[in-house]
C-alpha cells in the first residue's frame, strides 16, 4: 500500500495535479508512532484530497495506473467525490473533491496548496476527530498525530495549526460538539495505551491545548444559533458502509 500510494503521488506530480493524501496513510507518512506497537494498525485503502476542476485529468490518470472506476457511484457523485478499484489487488482509492464530506463537512479546497505530499496536518487531525461514529483506528491516528507534533498558531511545516483549527469549531457547532466529544474520550482511554509516562502527559497535554482553544475561541452568530438546539436537533450524518472494493462498471449494450 505504502509503495502504491508513492506511484500515485509521483504520477500526480508527473501531471501537475494538486492530489494529496489523507487518512491513516498520511498519518503514517509524517509520524514515526505510527509504527509502535500500542498505535500501528492495517490500511485498508487510499485517501486523497483533490480539485474539482481537475476531476477530469484525475479519470484519466486512475485508468493509465490501472484502476477500474466505480463508475455508478462516479456518475452520480463524481463533483464531490470519486472512487477507483484495483481488481487485482482489492484495493481501493478516495479522492474527495475541494470538499471533504462524511460526518461534518470541512471545505479543504484551499487548503490544499499549503503542504505535499499530504494535506495539511491540521486538517489530517479533523478529517479523524469529525468520526461520531470513531473506532480505534481513529484513536490510534490520533494519539500518533498528537504524540508526534507540536500544537502551533500557523500551518508551519510538522506543526497542528490549532488556531486554524479554533476558528474551525468557533465557526460551526456541530463539529465543536464532535471534536470535543472525542477529545474527551480519547483523553480517558490514554491509559490503556502503553507509551510511556513521558509520551502519555505529551499527548494529554497537547489534547487538553486544543480543548481549551475550541472553548475559549470566540463564537459566531451562527454558531451561538445552533448552540441554543443543542442536541435536541442531530448535529451530524452518518454515512452510509460501503463495501471497500466493489466492480461496479457501467457496461454500454453494443446497439
Not at 502504491?4 to 487518512?23: S, Y
Not at 474539482?52 to 464531490?80: C, H, T, W
Not at 487531525?125 to 483506528?137: S, W, Y
Not at 480519547?186 to 499527548?203: K, N
Request: glycine share 6%; with cysteine.
Amino acid at each position: 500500500m505504502i509503495e502504491e500510494t508513492q506511484r500515485i503521488i509521483d504520477a500526480a506530480d508527473k501531471h501537475d495535479m494538486v492530489l494529496r493524501l489523507f487518512g491513516g496513510l498520511a498519518v503514517r507518512f509524517h509520524c514515526p508512532s505510527a509504527t509502535h506497537r500500542s498505535l500501528g494498525r492495517k490500511y485498508v485503502d487510499i485517501d486523497f484530497m483533490g480539485l474539482l476542476k481537475q476531476s477530469r485529468d484525475i479519470k484519466k490518470l486512475f485508468v493509465e495506473l490501472g484502476y477500474v472506476p466505480r463508475g455508478i457511484f462516479n456518475a452520480m457523485s463524481g463533483d464531490k467525490r470519486l472512487i477507483f478499484n484495483d481488481m487485482k489487488h482489492a484495493r481501493r482509492v478516495d479522492i474527495f473533491l475541494d470538499v471533504f464530506e462524511m460526518c461534518h463537512i470541512l471545505k479543504l479546497k484551499d487548503r490544499l496548496l499549503i503542504d505535499k505530499p499530504t494535506i495539511p496536518l491540521a486538517d489530517l487531525l479533523a478529517t479523524k476527530l469529525q468520526v461520531v461514529e470513531i473506532t480505534e483506528r481513529e484513536y490510534r491516528d490520533i494519539i500518533a498525530l498528537v504524540r508526534d507534533h507540536e500544537v502551533g498558531d500557523s500551518d508551519a511545516a510538522e506543526t497542528i495549526n490549532g488556531a486554524y483549527l479554533a476558528r474551525v469549531c468557533g465557526d460551526d457547532w456541530g463539529i465543536y460538539k464532535t471534536f470535543s466529544i472525542n477529545i474527551a474520550n480519547i483523553l480517558s482511554a490514554l491509559p490503556q495505551y502503553d507509551l510511556g509516562v513521558e509520551s502519555l502527559d505529551t499527548v494529554r497535554k497537547r489534547l487538553l491545548d486544543l480543548q481549551n482553544r475550541f472553548e475559549t475561541i470566540p463564537k459566531t452568530t451562527r454558531w451561538k444559533l445552533r448552540a441554543r438546539l443543542g442536541e435536541k436537533v442531530k448535529w451530524y450524518e452518518l454515512p452510509e458502509q460501503d463495501k471497500e472494493v466493489v466492480d461496479s462498471r457501467i457496461v454500454t449494450k453494443p446497439s
